[in-house]
């Protein structure tokens, strides 16, 4: 699991094709690797990748074919930013919101502007997606735990501080541009429930009793 709250930018160093996948090896750039071990789950730009060796100043992971035509890992080339972060360990602050590092699927910038000091960015997805978003609700995007200012349809506006923009891959992101967008957890639990017919009750006394009803 992880947060949300970006550590850092890394680089892409190389990608090597391995029979379908992708061997991708990451510059790490300042984010401290001392405490990963061969077998930790680090998450990059938002998907979670097991860390299968580990090098003088970054790591490699092996991206599947399915993972590569899911997210946007399937259009990285040598160069390229990307967000990262370590598993979340149980004493660990929870800034963002539990994020699983499991892509939904693929987003797109469709507008930047300027909001104060801040950026407006607006996003569409797909449908399927769309459907668990909600405003004032988490999302997670590149890997970076953001809150939903509006929804209308396919697409959603979130703001950036400039310190978002500075500290993560979005200082490099343009319109058109895909984004991974994994979609708060919570709202697939809620669905499921409510799908299945094994949804609590709600006690209307207690509604009226506290002024919901």
């Known amino acids: ?49 097991t860390a299968i060796a580990l090098e003088a100043h970054g790591f490699a992971a092996d991206v599947s074919n399915e993972t590569l035509s899911l997210t946007s890992l399937g259009y990285l080339k040598a160069g390229d930013p990307v967000n990262l972060e370590k598993a979340l360990r149980l004493a660990d602050r ?25 950026q407006r960015w607006t996003f569409e997805v797909p449908a399927a997606i769309a459907r668990y978003i909600a405003a004032k609700g988490s999302i997670c995007i590149d890997g970076t735990s953001l809150t939903v200012n509006e929804v209308a349809g396919t697409r959603f506006g979130v703001n950036l501080i400039p310190h978002t923009v500075e500290h993560t891959a979005f200082h490099a992101r343009r319109v058109g541009d895909a984004v991974n967008i994994e979609v708060d957890v919570i709202a697939r639990y809620v669905e ?22």
């Open 192 to 213: 499921r429930l409510l799908a299945s017919g094994d949804a609590p009750k709600l006690d209307q006394a207690f509604l009226k009793q506290h002024g919901f009803a």
């Open 1 to 49: 699991m992880f947060t949300g709250i970006i550590q850092g930018v890394g680089r892409v160093v190389r990608l090597e094709p391995r029979g379908g996948d992708v061997r991708l090896a990451v510059d790490t750039a300042g984010l401290d690797l001392a405490d990963v071990q061969l077998g930790d789950s680090i998450a990059v730009s938002g998907v979670c990748l």
């Open 94 to 118: 929870l800034g963002g919101h539990l994020v699983s590092g499991h892509v939904d699927g693929l987003g797109k910038v469709v507008a930047i502007s300027p909001d104060g000091r801040s």
